[in-house]
């Protein structure tokens, strides 16, 4: 065990050296972006604290405002700027803000209200203006309650700030998210501990800070705007474009062979490329916020907002099978469940899956609605019969294909069998999905032979190579594979082929005359 | 000169003010004397529009102050506060020098006078870096005094400006206010619920109950004219030791034997009765020499005054 924690934090060591660039662009962008949000919360929050301590009247309704606004849930949050500020730094200094602002609206008042009304009056008495009584008795008397607001924000800030790099504002979430998606703890760790140590050292500096007397923190209160601007001024917003167009891509194709790492070896494609969320990354690429971005054949949104797949005419981005992968386990005390999944096997091609997914993406009808259609139309689907021998966890990522798989499994396994089901969908990306099914705590999920290989077995690049463009000599590398390393069965494939792709707004690819990736690298180099 | 006309003041239900009228002249001292909660603070407040009146018109040297800014006029009139309402974040130093910045002085003519109040009201040389929680009460009384005197104003209103002391503290500092070059060329209204603390200080005593003003006039007025039974009663409990201090030699100068003994310095008529019999407690003098208004002079003992002192009441009582 201590050996195996050594060899842990050596290698945490050396990817940390290893990427230290990136880290400290990161670190930095990371600093920039809570320093930059929380300037303007303060330049928001102050004046409204004070205007509700003078208009008692207004408090409730500010403060209730602000409150509400800190329990949107961070992501969704990001999910409303995008329509409204797109992608990229500004929305995600809007949201920060939005988080920030609660904290530091109301110390400001607390701070204010809670002042001695005798010295207040004293004040009145000696004949000072109301602005001169803010400015020489409220704020400096309140300071210390405004300063432990700030202190609060400033920690928030921290933390969420993470969650920027699924619009594509960078900072510390682009090794946590990359590191999740890529099974890569080193890289998780890499962007969490420092993300971490951020918070606790801003919470102590302003902790002391907030502990100065009168005039030594006259003095700190002088510098302290300077220093956010300064640490706010790192966040250098993402302009020096290195190119005319502009790529997204997820975290977990950036860092597959079968992702950004083949564009760049294979085509030599020299692209400004950001680093974004599946979930937002078609709604910035349909509101032009994107040019590029790396998506999945068969997916609905493909239709839904008008993009074109660019032919991959190197072929790096091969075709794999999905399949259920069931731990063995699971198949032993649930001797009917194999056969009742594999009822689904063979029957969904790649254009019945793109209709799928575009029936959810775009008509927005739910996954249920949609697998449920889809089980009758095929003669599939059985009424449930309510039975009680035991219950089957189903797993899912979170996006809209798996959803619909795991309904249809759901249904399947219902109408088929009398096991009851449980479904735990909206796993975040591979790793998340992956560990809970070897940890016990689901049965099985629909994964991508592509991603067995690349992401989860990651055999030697060469082998990689080797398989990389028979699909189904992946699928036996990965079904022999997993038996022996994780005790994990792949049930027959599902039918469709799942790849990635690189995909542009229809018109754009014609206006620019871009159909394939090598139009594309040309493109980029003549302009 | 100070004139409220008719003011009053209502706070919900409670009628804080009732009609107040009253006339402050040049240079006197008013004390407001009445019960808690009988509406002194709210009257005197209404002279610096630190409340504003319901109705009535309060004028300052004939002007009317609803016709002023509120912060001019402010800056102008010394204000002494119940709660003293020193600034916690300011030095003692800074604290004085409040008004005499917003008048924009500049730093030699703050610092010159910051010194000659801090002298003058006895306040250690080394408080002035000091903050006002390092300070005494008595001393944060003095301060928030200084701070009121600063720019010399010609009005100066104070409420309960000894208020937080103990009884031994009070009357030095009162000993050592009434002695005060500058208070006494200053138009003064001030607040107390203490009848020993208003004989000492005023000039005229105006007795409020429940808003309303009973009576103003004289200490020596209010003790043996009182106009209702509330304003006997009021007096009632420290009578003897009031007669004592309203009561001068001169008053009873008719009631002392005729001959001076000694020859050498005399005392003025004026010293009230209090403090020649402490006097005669305290020196070792039995006697002491007193010059009367058409300058003859006589010798006193202790037994003489008392004397003297008995058979003038008696005259009241009777006259
Ligand atoms: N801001 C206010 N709001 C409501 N009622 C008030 C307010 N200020 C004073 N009062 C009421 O008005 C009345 C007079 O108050 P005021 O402060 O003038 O009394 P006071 O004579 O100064 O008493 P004390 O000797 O206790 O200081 C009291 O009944 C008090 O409760
Ligand atoms: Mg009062």
Redesign the interface.
Same mark, same amino acid.
């Given at each position: 065990m201590r050996r195996h924690m050594d060899e842990h934090q050596q290698t945490l060591w050396q990817f940390m050296h290893e990427q230290s660039d990136k880290l400290f662009a990161q670190t930095l962008q990371h600093v920039g972006l809570t320093f930059i949000s929380l300037l303007f919360a303060i330049a928001i929050g102050l004046p409204l604290g004070i205007l509700i301590a003078r208009k008692r009247k207004l408090s409730g309704t500010v403060l209730g405002i602000a409150g509400v606004l800190q329990t949107v849930p961070s992501i969704a949050l990001l999910g409303f700027m995008i329509p409204i500020l797109g992608i990229g730094a500004k929305p995600a200094i809007v949201a920060l803000l939005i988080y920030a602002l609660l904290p530091i609206i109301r110390n400001t008042y607390t701070g204010i209200i809670g002042i001695?009304q005798?010295?207040k009056?004293?004040?009145?008495?000696?004949?000072?203006?109301q602005s001169?009584i803010l400015l020489k008795?409220e704020l400096?008397?309140a300071m210390p309650v405004i300063l432990a607001g700030i202190r609060t924000a400033t920690v928030i800030n921290v933390g969420v700030a993470t969650l920027a790099s699924f619009i594509a504002a960078g900072g510390l979430g682009e090794f946590i998210f990359g590191g999740i998606s890529l099974n890569n703890t080193n890289m998780i760790l890499a962007g969490a501990i420092p993300a971490a140590l951020l918070a606790i050292i801003l919470d102590a500096l302003l902790s002391l800070v907030q502990k100065m007397d009168?005039k030594k923190l006259k003095k700190a209160l002088c510098i302290l705007p300077v220093v956010i601007l300064m640490l706010g001024g790192f966040y250098a917003l993402p302009s020096a474009y290195g190119s005319t167009l502009t790529a997204g891509f997820t975290p977990e194709f950036m860092g597959r062979q079968d992702g950004d790492l083949g564009l760049k070896s294979t085509y030599g494609l020299k692209i400004h490329t950001i680093v974004i969320s599946d979930a937002v990354m078609y709604k910035a690429a349909f509101s032009k916020e994107l040019d590029v971005i790396s998506g999945y054949s068969t997916d609905g949104r493909l239709k839904a907002f008008d993009l074109k797949i660019l032919k991959d005419d190197k072929s790096i981005f091969p075709p794999y099978y999905a399949a259920p992968i069931v731990r063995d386990e699971a198949l032993k005390q649930f001797p009917q469940l194999a056969e009742t999944l594999n009822l689904l096997a063979g029957k969904i091609t790649d254009s019945v899956m793109t209709d799928l997914n575009y029936r959810t993406d775009y008509l927005h009808l739910t996954p249920e609605r949609v697998a449920k259609d889809f089980l009758i139309s095929t003669g599939l689907y059985k009424a449930p019969k309510n039975g009680h021998n035991g219950v089957v966890r189903i797993g899912s990522k979170i996006f809209g294909e798996q959803y619909i798989l795991a309904e249809m499994y759901s249904m399947l396994i219902k109408g088929n069998t009398d096991y009851e089901v449980s479904t735990k969908t909206g796993l975040g990306g591979t790793k998340i999905c992956f560990d809970a099914l070897m940890n016990d705590q689901i049965d099985f999920y629909p994964e991508y032979t592509g991603t067995g290989l690349l992401v989860l077995l990651q055999p030697d690049p060469k082998i990689a190579k080797e398989m990389a463009h028979d699909k189904d000599k992946t699928y036996d590398y990965v079904y022999t594979e997993f038996e022996k390393k994780f005790n994990i069965k792949w049930l027959k494939p599902i039918g469709f082929n799942n790849s990635y792709a690189l995909m542009m707004r229809q018109k754009q690819s014609k206006d620019l005359n871009v159909n394939t990736i090598t139009d594309l690298k040309n493109y980029l180099d003549k302009n | 000169m100070i004139q409220l006309k008719e003011i009053s003041k209502k706070f919900g239900d409670t009628l804080a003010v009732n009609k107040a009228s009253f006339k402050v002249e040049e240079k006197e001292t008013l004390v407001l004397l009445g019960t808690s909660g009988c509406g002194k603070t709210t009257t005197l407040k209404m002279i610096?529009r @630190?409340i504003e009146p319901d109705a009535g018109q309060v004028f300052i040297n004939g002007e009317n102050i609803t016709n002023q800014d509120p912060? +001019?006029?402010?800056?102008?009139i010394g204000?002494v506060?119940q709660?003293?309402? @020193? /600034?916690?974040?300011y030095t003692v130093a800074e604290n004085i020098a +409040? +008004?005499p910045k917003?008048l924009k002085w500049d730093k030699e003519k703050i610092k010159v006078r910051t010194q000659e109040l801090i002298k003058k009201l006895h306040l250690p040389e080394n408080s002035l870096a000091m /903050?006002p929680h390092e300070l005494s009460g008595g001393q944060q009384q003095r301060v928030g005094l200084a701070?009121a005197l600063v720019t010399d104003p010609s009005v100066l209103l104070m409420d309960e400006p000894f208020g937080a002391l103990d009884n031994v503290t009070r009357t030095s500092i009162q000993k050592e206010f009434k002695g005060l070059e500058e208070l006494k060329r200053k138009t003064i209204v001030m607040v107390t619920h203490d009848v020993q603390e208003a004989f000492e200080l005023a000039d005229r005593i105006c007795l409020m109950d429940k808003g309303k003003i009973i009576q103003i006039g004289t200490p020596k007025e209010l003790l043996y004219q009182p106009v209702n039974d509330f304003a006997r009663k009021f007096l009632a409990g420290q009578r003897l030791a009031l007669e004592f201090k309203v009561v001068k030699i001169q008053d009873i100068w008719p009631y002392l034997p005729k001959r001076a003994l000694q020859d050498g310095k005399s005392l003025s008529a004026d010293l009230n009765v209090w403090d020649a019999m402490e006097l005669l407690r305290s020196s070792d003098r039995s006697e002491l020499l007193v010059s009367g208004a058409n300058k003859d002079s006589k010798t006193v003992n202790f037994e003489q005054l008392t004397k003297g002192f008995n058979q003038f009441q008696n005259a009241q009582a009777h006259g």
């Open positions: 001695d005798y010295v009056e004293a004040a009145r008495a000696m004949g000072m203006s001169q008795v400096p008397l009168f | 610096n @630190l912060d +001019v006029l402010r800056t102008g204000y506060m709660n003293i309402g @020193l /600034f916690p974040h +409040v +008004v917003l /903050f701070r």
